[in-house]
């Protein structure tokens, strides 16, 4: 048996804003190539779990264990945000955060920052080793893009791009590194029927395509239910319940936390 | 014959932006000449190379706020620091040009990056007070250093001497400083369209978003701080060299307003719109109002009109005068097209 079969896994996370426990003691392990879902009602503190994965936030409590790009398993907390990129996990924000003054295809490459290497001495002069490097990088965003069938606007302004654009721009811009394991934050939120069932297929393709594990925040519970492969229920920071759709449909707290309690 | 003109065009067309760079400079180049001939002013020349240094001033400090999204009123103490240190150097010191250019930079890219960790703490209004501060102590330092400086009489400084035996003379030095604004151009073209742009790009309009893609905002905010500062004491470097003088009130706060007059009025994020910015902040009172009847007659009056004319630019080009391009290309298109139909009809 192999012992770190999870790629990720959190262990009694807490974080406090003020008297406020966000999330509290929150435990819960994903496994490689799987599509994980993070469900629970408004300000469960799913975003924050988010955030504290990607030390956007200090968590005050807890330990995020990541198995990065070589396979060695560590702890993400005390790294910095920018370094967490490095290791093999990339995120998508719940508010769209893309360049507006630039290009398709300049944000997607904004997404392999890390793999250009050039000093800037080269980048000023536009040695051959810049140049390459550039082009390279630039095909393959072109193929991200093309593959996302955003190819044919990759020269226009991300300002000005419909919602479904936008969306799939932020998402082509995590494919960028080959990561381990993507977080999307409310990936379907604003998307029309048709846009959400093409969405899943995508997310399904790219975890087969590129080995790669998601993990991710909807309210939408028919894409959750549809997509998932497990799903981890939280309310007012705590866990509820961990398993698979079906399981955690029939699992009374969740119902409560949902719809409430029925009087007897 | 025709042949060897299309392939010019097409050699011109595809070493774009790079080759309307060095027209540009070539044309500018042929002004000293002019003057020689007796066609152009003198006084054209100096208000034109003034033109210029502001512009390469101005392009850091583009790069600093449309790209990266940050803040400097410091720009003016910088290109002050800029002249003293290359008047102290090769006057007081008797070094050559070249290594006076090079501590006339480093120096106050130094203070430059000190600035950047301050900006690592406040943005905004604090940051533009704090550099405001920075450019003021700069100014009392220029005034109290008398040993250095020579207090308010201020320094002289003479052309440069380029490797110990070219000597410029006037034109030779308005050559330099036309040399040195196309290859800044030529370099801030290349950066901003390098992986560095876009991660200047990218801190300016989502530092999460930056973050997440593992954009080290630190880094760059001190980078950018830095090519500011050496922009703007390239500047100074090149403007004591031509001008020939420094004291202290030439780098109050008014020239820092007026260099960020200089990118909102020609465009923010735009290099040929810094250059038209520059002109029309520091040229047009000079070169046209000053040469009108009536304006040019009342002493101040062409500043007057100026801030006028700046603020009916700002009413409808509101992103810079640089996207008049836009609207001048779509009149040429109807006036191309009404010409067609008229010709149709006949």
């Known amino acids: ?28 392990e994903i496994k ?18 988010f955030n504290c994965i990607t030390q956007f936030y200090k968590p005050d409590k807890g330990r995020v264990f990541f198995k990065n790009k070589d396979g060695v398993v560590e702890d993400l907390v005390g790294k910095r945000p920018h370094e967490i990129i490095s290791k093999g996990l990339v995120r998508t924000f719940q508010n769209i955060e893309l360049i507006r003054e630039l290009s398709v295809i300049d944000n997607v490459l904004v997404g392999s920052h890390i793999e250009f290497k050039a000093s800037l001495f080269s980048q000023l002069f536009r040695l051959p080793k810049a140049r390459k490097e550039e082009e390279r990088l630039r095909k393959k965003a072109e193929e991200v893009l093309k593959y996302m069938g955003l190819y044919h606007i990759k020269d226009q302004l991300v300002a000005g791009q419909p919602y479904g654009i936008l969306k799939k ?58 997509l998932c492969d497990r799903i981890c229920a939280i309310s007012f920071g705590k866990l509820l319940a961990i398993g698979t759709p079906e399981e955690i449909q029939a699992n009374e707290e969740v119902q409560i936390a949902y719809l409430g309690k029925e009087d007897e | 014959m025709d042949k060897g003109k299309n392939k010019l065009i097409q050699l011109y067309k595809s070493k774009k932006p790079y080759s309307d760079y060095i ?27 003034s033109i210029l240094i502001f512009s390469i001033v101005a392009l850091g400090l583009n790069l600093l706020v449309g790209y990266s999204g940050l803040i400097s009123l410091g720009t003016a103490g910088f290109m002050g620091l800029g002249t003293y240190l290359a008047a102290y150097i090769t006057k007081d010191l008797n070094l050559p040009f070249e290594i006076s250019l090079l501590i006339s930079v480093l120096v106050p890219m130094v203070i ?38 020579n207090g308010f009489s201020g320094k002289q400084a003479s052309y440069p001497t380029l490797l110990g035996f070219i000597e410029l003379g006037r034109n ?9 604004l196309i290859g800044i151009m ?18 300016r309009g989502s530092e999460a978003a930056a973050q997440a893609m593992g954009i080290n905002i630190f880094k760059y905010r001190l980078l950018s701080f830095a090519i500011a500062v050496a922009y703007s004491a390239i500047g100074g470097v090149l403007y004591m060299h031509f001008v020939k003088y420094t004291y202290p009130n030439a780098w109050t706060l008014t020239l820092s307003l007026n260099l960020l007059a200089v990118i909102i009025i020609g465009g923010v994020r735009s290099i040929p719109g810094t250059i038209l910015g520059s ?53 040429m298109f109807k006036f191309k097209k009404r010409k067609e139909s008229y010709s149709e009809q006949a």
Do not use: Q, W
């Open chain 1, 169 to 226: 721009i932020e998402l082509a811009r995590t494919l960028m590194l080959n990561p381990k394991l993507i977080i999307l934050d409310e990936p379907a939120a604003g998307l029309n029927d048709t846009e959400t069932l093409e969405l899943m297929e995508t997310v399904r393709e790219i975890r087969d395509k590129l080995n790669t594990t998601i993990l991710l925040v909807e309210h939408d519970m028919k894409f959750v239910n549809n």
């Open chain 2, 172 to 180: 030779g030095s308005f050559i330099m400083i036309v040399v040195f």
């Open chain 1, 1 to 28: 048996m192999n012992k770190h079969d999870f790629i990720l896994k959190i262990e009694d996370l807490s974080i406090a804003f003020g008297g406020l426990k966000a999330v509290d003691s929150l435990s819960f």
């Open chain 1, 32 to 49: 490689e190539r799987e599509i994980f879902g993070l469900i629970g009602p408004n300000g469960a503190g799913k975003t924050t779990v």
């Open chain 2, 112 to 149: 430059g990056i000190l600035t950047g960790l301050v900006s690592l703490r406040i943005e905004g209004y604090y940051l533009a007070i704090a550099t405001l501060a920075i450019s003021e102590i700069l100014r009392k330092g220029f005034v109290e250093f008398e040993a250095v400086t």
């Open chain 2, 23 to 49: 027209v540009f400079g070539i044309l500018l180049i042929i002004l000293p000449i002019l003057v020689d001939l007796g066609i152009v002013k003198y006084s054209y020349l100096t208000t034109i190379a």
């Open chain 2, 279 to 331: 002109f029309i902040v520091f040229g047009v009172p000079d070169l046209i109002l000053k040469r009108l009847p009536i304006i040019g007659d009342i002493d101040g009056a062409a500043y007057i009109f100026n801030g006028v004319l700046i603020i009916i630019i700002i009413l409808f080009y509101p992103l810079g005068l640089i996207h008049i391009r836009n609207d001048l290309k779509k009149l």
């Open chain 2, 186 to 203: 030529i370099l801030t073209y290349n950066l901003i369209n390098s992986y560095t742009g876009r991660a200047l790009s990218t801190m």
